[in-house]
């Protein structure tokens, strides 16, 4: 939970909330590391942790969460349970594999959810096996940016009939997205992804290539909507 406030008034200001340091805790409500933004964490199992997270939404626009499913519920944190508290509220869910589905209770991680997404089976060289993504955590990149998207979208949709919505997003979904053309190929064609290495197939020549010199490399991308004009003019420009 979110709300923009003045930097000279954060110091000031004084929640009128009081719950004595506990040892374990676990991160419910977060906010990025800003200085007009609070952030604070709280033991569930504590008795009065349901009773503060209350109260903290119910002055909220949006609640985000990335539990695997029925956790927030057994907290009485559920969607149902937050109209009763606000009735407009917007609620994001961001599990790794949605709220429906076979694989709907296990529990993942970005990693994970890379690889059976299927990325490693795109990166790699054609005599070796698969190699992970280079951000291990991959989903974790993607996911945020259809949760922004459909997060604006229930904003827009608030503001003109005063309504909330629940965004149920599998995180496994939206990684399946970045592969798409492959999907449509092996669906039409029967053709399963190959590891390419450096190379490309919407882009000749697709690249590194050693240079004149001890250890000196040349990246070169050049999609196929590039002219070959413009290609001999980096050619040109590349001898001079």
């Given at each position: 939970?979110?709300?923009?406030?003045?930097?000279?008034?954060?110091?000031?200001?004084?929640?009128?909330?009081?719950?004595?340091?506990?040892?374990?805790?676990?991160?419910?409500?977060?906010?990025?590391?800003?200085?007009?933004?609070?952030?604070?964490?709280?033991?569930?199992?504590?008795?009065?942790?349901?009773?503060?997270?209350?109260?903290?939404?119910?002055?909220?626009?949006?609640?985000?969460?990335?539990?695997?499913?029925?956790?927030?519920?057994?907290?009485?944190?559920?969607?149902?349970?937050?109209?009763?508290?606000?009735?407009?509220?917007?609620?994001?869910?961001?599990?790794?594999?949605?709220?429906?589905?076979?694989?709907?209770?296990?529990?993942?991680?970005?990693?994970?959810?890379?690889?059976?997404?299927?990325?490693?089976?795109?990166?790699?060289?054609?005599?070796?096996?698969?190699?992970?993504?280079?951000?291990?955590?991959?989903?974790?990149?993607?996911?945020?940016?259809?949760?922004?998207?459909?997060?604006?979208?229930?904003?827009?949709?608030?503001?003109?009939?005063?309504?909330?919505?629940?965004?149920?997003?599998?995180?496994?979904?939206?990684?399946?997205?970045?592969?798409?053309?492959?999907?449509?190929?092996?669906?039409?064609?029967?053709?399963e992804p190959l590891q390419m290495g450096n190379s490309s197939t919407y882009a000749v020549p697709h690249g590194v290539y050693p240079c004149k010199g001890k250890e000196r490399w040349c990246t070169i991308v050049l999609p196929m909507m590039t002219s070959g004009l413009s290609y001999a003019r980096s050619s040109v420009s590349l001898n001079t």
């Open positions: 939970m979110w709300r923009p406030i003045n930097v000279p008034a954060l110091q000031e200001q004084v929640l009128p909330i009081k719950m004595e340091r506990l040892e374990s805790t676990r991160v419910v409500i977060s906010t990025t590391s800003v200085q007009t933004c609070y952030s604070m964490a709280l033991d569930m199992a504590h008795p009065r942790a349901i009773e503060v997270a209350r109260k903290l939404i119910a002055q909220a626009d949006i609640v985000m969460e990335n539990f695997v499913p029925g956790v927030m519920e057994k907290w009485g944190l559920g969607y149902e349970e937050l109209k009763k508290v606000k009735s407009d509220i917007i609620m994001v869910r961001q599990s790794g594999f949605g709220a429906v589905g076979p694989y709907a209770h296990l529990p993942a991680f970005g990693t994970i959810l890379a690889a059976i997404a299927g990325l490693p089976n795109f990166i790699g060289w054609p005599d070796r096996g698969p190699l992970p993504t280079g951000v291990g955590p991959y989903t974790d990149c993607i996911s945020p940016r259809f949760a922004s998207a459909a997060l604006m979208a229930a904003l827009d949709y608030r503001n003109r009939t005063g309504k909330g919505q629940l965004l149920d997003l599998s995180q496994f979904e939206t990684a399946t997205y970045f592969i798409l053309p492959a999907i449509l190929d092996y669906v039409v064609n029967g053709r």
